[in-house]
């Protein structure tokens, strides 16, 4: 008989130091902050016509805003769940297996009330970074991200939620584009070097509506850290050791106004291989998480969730230009 992937597939959670308190712990799992006022909102949106809603909005009405203490407590909740049944998982018998499906159906139920809280974030986001996606195709993936990013956030941050969901949305859009257009690089016609500027183009108003969904001072963090990034980027243009880093980093991301480049064409342009090339970006990348470390700066960025082979928070740099405003 093959096994179940339910059994078998690592729990993964958010540790909390809060979980290694039993009085604090009781406090998790008792009542939500303020539950009272919650639930009545949560049935006046309920109740709402929906015949009378856009339909690619409709999940923007399944549930209420969350405050900052519901939202500390369901990510809490949701974690400690998890963490229990991780700790089941080390030694799952058969007489433990309906305990261990228990706790992850709760959490689950946890994931899509914090889901269905942030929706609203979506539409806004989606509708400014879809670029040649339509309207449906951008909503469909905004909304995904606002799922898949619950169990990536860590409460014990300093950071809003809605402020992380933002970043790890814009990023998705951003990497998204920047995999289709390394693709056409090679067709340099007017239409496509109007495409390479999509970004500077349609996050530029990105700062009308972040107020919205994310607090200004977080939102500032993030914008001190780009600029941060951005002007160790152009101190490495001056030095005479640094520039071919430099070159090979702005050029790679695009950043600075300039158009993304392939690998390949870099090397082409400083006359190195395709190989000596990524060996500079990964130098130059180096480089600049050193300086940033180097000066106690931390990033707002570090955890969301990018591929392997990206380079965490410096991919989103290339879609920042008009927010640092570094024209």
Same mark, same amino acid.
């Given at each position: 008989m093959?096994?179940?992937p339910i059994y078998e597939t690592p729990v993964e959670y958010k540790f909390h130091p809060d979980f290694n308190d039993p009085k604090l712990v009781e406090i998790i799992m008792g009542e939500m902050p303020d539950k009272e006022q919650f639930d009545k909102d949560f049935q &006046?949106? &309920? =109740?709402?016509?929906?015949?009378k809603i856009k339909v690619h909005v409709r999940p923007t009405y399944m549930a209420p805003l969350l405050t900052p203490e519901q939202e500390i407590y369901l990510f809490k909740k949701y974690n400690y769940l998890k963490y229990q049944a991780a700790e089941l998982q080390k030694e799952l018998t058969t007489s433990r297996k309906p305990k261990f &499906?228990?706790?992850?159906?709760? =959490?689950?139920?946890i994931r899509k009330l914090i889901a269905a809280c942030n929706y609203r974030l979506a539409p806004k986001i989606a509708k400014r970074c879809k670029g040649y996606l339509t309207m449906s195709e951008a909503l469909t993936e905004a909304y995904f991200k606002v799922w898949y990013t619950v169990p990536k956030f860590d409460v014990s941050t300093k950071y809003k939620f809605s402020t992380y969901c933002v970043w790890a949305i814009r990023n998705h859009f951003a990497q998204a584009y920047n995999k289709d257009?390394?693709?056409v690089a090679r067709y340099k016609t007017g239409g496509v070097l109007n495409d390479f500027h999509f970004l500077d183009d349609n996050f530029d108003r990105y700062e009308d509506f972040?107020?919205?969904v994310a607090e200004k001072e977080e939102q500032e963090k993030c914008v001190v850290v780009s600029k941060k990034i951005l002007k160790i980027l152009r101190d490495m243009e001056k030095d005479p050791v640094g520039k071919r880093r430099a070159y090979a980093v702005r050029h790679y991301y695009?950043?600075?106004k300039s158009m993304p480049k392939t690998l390949r064409e870099i090397g082409d342009d400083i006359n190195v291989t395709k190989e000596r090339v990524r060996q500079l970006r990964a130098s130059g990348l180096d480089y600049i998480r050193h300086k940033l470390e180097e000066n106690g700066v931390e990033s707002p960025y570090e955890d969301i969730d990018v591929p392997e082979e990206s380079y965490n928070f410096y991919d989103i740099v290339s879609s920042m230009e008009e927010l640092v405003n570094t024209s």
């Open positions: 093959p096994k179940n &006046r949106i &309920r =109740a709402l016509d929906k015949r &499906r228990r706790l992850l159906l709760q =959490a689950e139920e257009h390394k693709r972040t107020e919205e695009g950043l600075l």
